[in-house]
């Protein structure tokens, strides 16, 4: 079955390191992946989509990697601020139908001062 | 900037009760999905819903959840005899008509207690 793996253990970080989360998954072969930000009680907010055909996206102090062959994705935070501190999730998509998004179990990122 | 919105923020319900969630997606956005999260757990998809026909459901989503676009601005869900175990966060999310884009823009979620 599909299987979508990220850190199970929380990342913690100084401020102003770069902070890289994983997302590795297996018997799946996504069109796309995406990366999302959740805060406690509250949900997903998107950043970044990645598809199948590229290597690697960047937006501002965010990049996301995306080795299709090692079915794995790498998200990178630079410069990290005590505001990035969230849970971060990755979810897979393909697609046709209704293009539903197959999500991870979730990073929890905590960026101290 | 555009958002999905969610109402109630909060629902109690008894078990075996009904409850409608409801949910305004993004205007001018075709595509339009049910997403739940158990406390603790990972997000999973219960349904997609575009042109007014459901196009995807999980196995969650047996014969006592239903969904409806009532008019040409509400989504909703309904449980018809809640269970103790559909207690979770309930996120709508709605992702423009073009193909070329699949980002998914999530509400803020609906928290369900079943007592």
């Known amino acids: 079955s599909q299987k979508i793996e990220q850190n199970s253990e929380a990342l913690n970080i100084q401020e102003g390191k770069t902070a890289t989360l994983t997302c590795n998954y297996t018997?799946?072969?996504?069109?796309?992946l995406q990366w999302y930000r959740q805060d406690p009680g509250r949900g997903p907010v998107f950043l970044l989509l990645?598809?199948?055909?590229?290597k690697e996206k960047r937006k501002e102090r965010l990049k996301v990697t995306f080795d299709t062959t090692l079915k794995q994705s790498l998200f990178h935070i630079t410069a990290s601020q005590p505001a990035d501190s969230a849970t971060y999730l990755c979810a897979l998509g393909r697609t046709g139908g209704g293009n539903k998004l197959t999500f991870g179990t979730g990073t929890q990122l905590k960026v101290e001062l | 900037e555009p958002e999905v919105t969610q109402t109630p923020s909060h629902q109690v319900t008894q078990m075996g009760q009904e409850v409608i969630l409801r949910c305004v997606p993004i205007?001018?956005?075709?595509?339009f999905y049910w997403y739940r999260q158990i406390l603790g757990q990972k997000v999973e998809f219960l349904v997609s819903f575009y042109n007014n026909e459901i196009s995807e459901k999980s196995e969650i989503f047996d014969d006592q959840f239903s969904v409806e676009r009532p008019d040409g601005s509400n989504f909703t869900l309904k449980i018809r005899s809640t269970k103790l175990e559909d207690s979770a966060m309930y996120f709508c999310?709605?992702?423009?008509?073009?193909?070329?884009?699949?980002?998914?823009?999530f509400g803020p979620g609906t928290r369900l207690t079943v007592l």
């Open positions: 018997n799946y072969s996504p069109a796309y």
């Open positions: 999310a709605s992702r423009p008509g073009s193909v070329a884009y699949n980002e998914q823009f």
């Open positions: 205007s001018n956005h075709l595509y």
């Open positions: 990645i598809r199948e055909n590229e």
